[in-house]
């Protein structure tokens, strides 16, 4: 077990709160104090997390909540852990130590598919479509996730298969339309340009009818105009009543979009609140920048 | 997204690399008709097509007279063995094609002890009507039947759970075993299985010809190959209506991905044991009609090698499609059973002692020439190792 490394005396207490207790500035939607755990609007609640792999400690006592209805940005530099912390929340790992709430109600444990059909999708860094499925086929393996149907029912082709099969395409056909593939549905996923992938993935996501929706760097890759297009639909899902969770690199990305932030780095979290002051907090810049070899 | 690894003929290296080879030539000529006739039966509008399949089926019930077509007809059917009985051959080749390709080519999950949910099928009704069986129970083999795919699904289940977790290479290995666990027990309880002696005086399935005599006699096997082809008919409008389904949906995204299609919601757990349970019936079914057919049969019937056959009849015929896997499984019976009786023209032996060499080559030939398959599918790629894909921490 490592000794947690002295950390210099910092402006926020334990729970991110500025320690003058001034109110920070607000972002562009909605309250901007971090949400308390056991806070009633909280949607998702990462109490605690300590994740290990052999030696390796990739998150260590990670604490944040998002509250419904937010844009909430995990940033930090490479290898911070924020992807790990999606997998945390999917299921693909299982924390060491701590709890994770959805709803408040935990999820740490559950296997992959009932966490998606509680209301948490995501999408990936890497892609992870299914190629040699068609784009309107990779949307409906999402919806399939709340269909009924057996297999004993399809088998015989009982009505439930019928009616779901045709509110599953019509709703598929809607969720291209929604993020602008709807052309090439029945294309298959691995001939697709790479913006329309990410796009797909999206579509995906959303066709499990999520609550929360993890979107891991959607706007890598892109040029500026697409990230605004990109930005123009993030903010139409949160529209919708999805709260949204977002990894991103892209540092105007996140200041544009996000109403809180909280930065990772070395699997620790070293800052959280709002765009304006993670972005002028001085951990946070040394994560990034790197510490002058003369600092004290 | 990251680009898979097998190797289509379509990447225009390899295509070059043999171009000049006359094998490929040939090869490639049957391929493009296939790839011709199968562009044209897609373009058919739904009731056009129906048409056509049913007209193949109605081919198919009339096989049995092929040797009576002049000319072709002698060059087609086999010499030494009774040609209905090549085509009953045939028909559970198929059968078991289907059912393997439903495990292997639909799930992705690499099965080599197929064979396993075969022996089962087939040593439930020697045992329930045979009056060699410790049970006793003589009963007839109509009745044996149900009971006989609900153990092979039974079976199914009991290796499909264990092995859940299990990949490519360690599931392969596993699902041997079974197979090979089934053979042996059978030959180390000479009171139960009773090993190499066997069952006998297995019933055949029911039914009087007009003239009083059984309808599934000893002397014509057409009245067995039409019950399989029939069962095999049913088979392939069961396998396509779970196909066009969640359930093919299912299948397919957990064999592309399985991680993320169980982050999508996908119950993998369910869907695969599905494919085993499936799988199993449909070897069962196969195993009831053999050992109907046979009235005899012993351990020797049920060796390792007839699964790899079955899988090389999948893979050669195009897996993760059915007239893929229908092909396949019938040249996989066709060919060495054609073979046998024709004599070779340098020592005049009979080439059934070198069945196995040359249908051995022709599956070379096949692979190296056409490696996803006669029959490729349009979009699925046979995966024979799994592609491991690691969520990036």
Redesign the interface.
Known sequence: MSEPIQEPPSSRDATGRHRTDEPAATGPAGDPAPVHPTDPRALLEVDDVTLR?GGVV?LDHVNFSLRQGEIFGLIGPNGA?K??CF?AM???YRPTSGQIRFAGAPITGL???QI??LGV??T???????????AL?NV???V????K?S?PG????LPR?WR??RT?RARSMELLRYVGIENRAGE???NLAYGE?RRLEIA??L??GPKLLCLDEPAAGFNPAEKDSLLALIRSIRDTGITILLIEHDMRLVMGVCDRLVVLEFGRKIAEGVPADVRDDPLVIAAYLGVPADAA | MTTTGTEHASAPGREDAYQHRGLKRLTGRIAARMDRLRRWYRGLPWPQRALVLLLVAVAAYLLPYVGDIPLIGPQIVTVHTDWPSALFRMSYFVLLALGLNVVVGYAGLLDLGYVGFFAVGAYTVALLTSPDSVFGTKWVWLAAVPVAVAVAMVSGLILGWPTLRLRGDYLAIVTLGFAEIIRITADSTPGFLRGDRGFGGIPHPPGRNSDGTALFGVRDATPYFWLGLSVVILVILAVRNLDHSRVGRSWLAVREDEEAAEIMGVRTVKFKLWAFAIGAFVGGLGGVMFAGYQGFMNSSAFVLQFSILILAGVVMGGAGNMPGAILGGALVSYIPDRLTGINDPLFHNDLAQWRFLIFGVAIIVIMVFRPQGLIPSRRRAMELKDRAKEVAP
Request: charged fraction near 25%; proline fraction near 2%.
């Open positions: 792999f990739a852990g992807t790990t997998n999917t299921g693909v296997k992959k598919h998606t059909r999708a995501r990936f860094q890497n892609i992870r479509l299914f190629p040699e499925m068609t086929e409906m393996v999402g399939d996730a709340h269909h149907t297999v399809a088998l015989l082709r298969h779901e099969e599953g298959a996923a691995r992938q995906r996501a066709a499990t």
